[in-house]
């Protein structure tokens, strides 16, 4: 019989008060509680003697539930679930228009609407399959990496739709309306009555689900709602644009999407909802959009464009660096960010275009573009460092080494060298767990890698793993395995890193970093040496002082690599690798004495060895680890990326250099 009953949570001022209701009376009973939002786990209590437990959701808006678990000595842990809380910290415009009636907005929009279309930006892709099957339905994914919809004429649509994963992101596009932004593309393109015949329920049928004070809240409070809002934007602008020239046919649906316009152009002009990411930039294209199809005299088209224009002139200067390169950790959405700016730019005024203001925004730009021609590839692609995957550009890459201190991030590189080092950042945005981590290319071939990104679903499996330090070639505590980023910051306090030094030396380059827990827990130094053409020693000394943390958790430390795909390791000798593959052959020699631990595609008991260079798709890949038990572990390898390679061949100045440490082997001749 089940000794828990019930997990019970009641939401009083902001807190959340959890009380785990027994079946009967136990003694040495422990308690033990998981809180989720959105699916996703956020906090973690320890077991107590008590069923009671308090946590302060700080009003985050999102959906709450609470897993409590009961321990008894020598019988499994039992669990249950609570319901589902939903916790709001926004102030919904349901039942008030602001400053404009809906007939107002009519008139004022109805001229520029009437005008020759205007492409928006970020135009919706026609379906690509525009069968319909033998029951009448048409599926088609609801945008890039999503699940399917299956759409038909009279199809009733769940707005509250729960996806069995990548929920989240599933229900952001869902609502946004894309999918009938992409029923509208096509309807232009092959004109088929059908297709504009399924838009328009689909957006009746979202019209008439946020009529009620619930839905309005529930659309937009979801995560990533800004996202949403402005894709939804865009949908309705089409809309009205497509519909132009039949408004005595959808004259009643015409009304009430000028309605919902105004509504989400209020809701993104309210600073409450604006966050500064790429996600406020997509609010501001949303608005400067929709500004241009307001007549120019009216109110409205003035007042989107001024908060627009102001909010990214901001933006900007704060999202890229001194050197240029943006503050959400990845190449890949370094990029993003700058094609969204472009695509701002585009929307200007030419009075706008050629002010000082806008003039500096050009600079900033510019200088982003050349930042991103040192870090991509010498092929020209995106490395799939951090959360992104590899992505193939139209640019040159700048063939010359370059380091962004302010942001954590610098690249070794020569026309056949790739090397990248993430240590630190400027923000938290998309930032996985991989200070110290770097990845190595040779010749066109990936040595050493980073695992890339897989999912919106980071809760469990390939997801989690990707997020984490075991998905990345660098030094960690072995307790940080599987661990997301945001729950080892939940334990220990933010991780501090930075590249405190980078030079070029006469025979290649020498690179430090480190990074610490806030509260002191680990600390832990990398230092690079590489020499042309083909020779990379790496020294890592990782420390952990339990008397700083209040958390048990075992003194193993990793050093781990994780290999391209094409590369096959073997162990020859006692802490010699022998590597090769994609046509290059090489060794790598451990110079601690440290074991090493060889795993390719593990899934149990754990995942380990696997990579995504496309998202949703893993492979996999071999994996070294090497491990230390000692209070301040000490790990150095040496990497030479020639056939037969033997130690003698080593370099003797980065021997020199390291000398401290590798003093325990024989010196390279």
């Given amino acids: 019989m089940k000794r828990i009953q019930k997990v019970q949570a009641e939401l009083i001022n902001g807190k959340i008060n959890c009380l785990i209701l027994l079946n009967e009376s136990l003694e040495n009973a422990q308690f033990a509680y998981y809180i989720f939002r959105n699916n996703e786990r956020i906090h973690t209590s320890r077991y107590s003697p008590s069923p009671s437990f308090n946590f302060d959701t700080k009003k985050i808006t999102g959906n709450y539930q609470v897993a409590g678990f009961l321990k008894i000595a020598k019988e499994p842990v039992e669990f249950e679930k609570s319901n589902w809380i939903f916790v709001n910290s926004y102030?919904?415009?349901?039942?008030?228009?602001?400053?404009?009636?809906?007939?107002?907005?009519?008139?004022?929009?109805?001229?520029?609407?009437?005008?020759?279309?205007?492409k928006i930006p970020q135009d919706f892709a026609p379906l690509t399959n525009q069968n319909f099957n033998e029951n009448g339905f048409l599926r088609f994914p609801l945008a890039k990496y999503c699940e399917e919809i299956e759409l038909g004429e009279l199809t009733r649509i769940d707005w509250r739709r729960k996806f069995k994963s990548n929920n989240n992101s599933n229900v952001l596009w869902l609502l946004s309306l894309n999918f009938a932004g992409c029923l509208l593309s096509t309807f232009e393109l092959n004109r088929k009555p059908i297709f504009l015949s399924i838009a328009t329920q689909s957006i009746e049928s979202f019209l008439q689900f946020v009529t009620t004070p619930e839905n309005r809240l529930y659309v937009e409070s979801i995560p990533s709602g800004d996202h949403s809002t402005a894709t939804r934007v865009n949908v309705l602008i089409k809309y009205l644009q497509i519909t132009h020239n039949s408004k005595t046919e959808h004259k009643d649906i015409r009304f009430r999407v000028y309605s919902e316009l105004y509504r989400c152009l209020e809701w993104l002009s309210s600073d409450e909802n604006f966050h500064e990411s790429n996600h406020g930039l997509m609010c501001n294209i949303a608005l400067a959009t929709a500004s241009h199809f307001f007549s120019s005299s009216s109110d409205l088209r003035k007042k989107y464009y001024s908060i627009s224009t102001s909010r990214t002139l901001n933006l900007a200067t704060k999202a890229f660096c001194k050197d240029g390169l943006c503050n959400e950790n990845t190449i890949g959405y370094h990029n993003y960010n700058l094609e969204l700016y472009q695509i701002f730019c585009n929307l200007l005024d030419t009075e706008e275009l050629i002010s000082p203001e806008f003039?500096?925004?050009?600079?900033?730009?510019?200088?982003?573009?050349?930042?991103?021609?040192h870090c991509i590839r010498q092929d020209g692609s995106i490395p799939p460092v951090g959360d992104s995957p590899v992505i193939f550009l139209n640019k040159t890459s700048i063939n010359q080494s370059k380091i962004f201190p302010d942001s954590g991030f610098a690249v070794v590189k020569n026309d056949d060298f790739y090397l990248s080092l993430q240590c630190g950042s400027r923000a938290e945005t998309h930032k996985q767990m991989d200070d110290s981590s770097i990845t190595l290319r040779y010749k066109g071939v990936d040595i050493l890698i980073d695992a890339g990104s897989y999912s919106y679903d980071r809760e469990a499996g390939f997801g989690r793993y990707v997020d984490s330090a075991t998905a990345h070639s660098g030094i960690y505590p072995v307790a940080f395995d599987h661990q997301r980023r945001i729950e080892i910051i939940k334990t220990f306090g933010r991780i501090l890193g930075s590249i405190d030094y980078f030079c070029e030396t006469d025979s290649g380059f020498e690179v430090k970093c480190h990074y610490t827990t806030q509260d002191g827990t680990v600390s832990a130094t990398r230092t690079i040496i590489v020499c042309w053409p083909d020779e990379i020693w790496i020294n890592d000394i990782i420390k952990i002082d339990k008397a700083s943390s209040s958390w048990e958790f075992s003194e193993a430390k990793v050093q781990r690599f994780l290999f391209g795909p094409s590369i096959m390791i073997n162990q020859s000798d006692p802490g010699v690798f022998t590597l090769h593959g994609g046509g290059i052959s090489g060794s790598l020699f451990s110079l601690s004495s440290a074991g090493g631990r060889l795993v390719f595609g593990q899934t149990e008991p754990d995942i380990r060895g696997w990579h995504s260079i496309k998202f949703g798709k893993i492979l996999e890949n071999s994996c070294l680890e090497f491990i230390s038990t000692d209070p301040v572990a000490s790990f150095t390898v040496a990497l030479k990326l020639s056939e037969g390679a033997t130690m003698s061949q080593l370099s003797s100045h980065a021997f020199e250099r390291l000398s401290p440490i590798a003093c325990k082997v024989q010196c390279p001749s």
């Fill in 91 to 118: 102030k919904s415009h349901h039942n008030k228009l602001p400053q404009e009636s809906p007939q107002d907005l009519t008139t004022k929009s109805n001229h520029s609407f009437s005008q020759t279309f205007t």
């Fill in 359 to 373: 003039s500096n925004l050009r600079n900033i730009i510019n200088r982003a573009e050349i930042s991103l021609r």
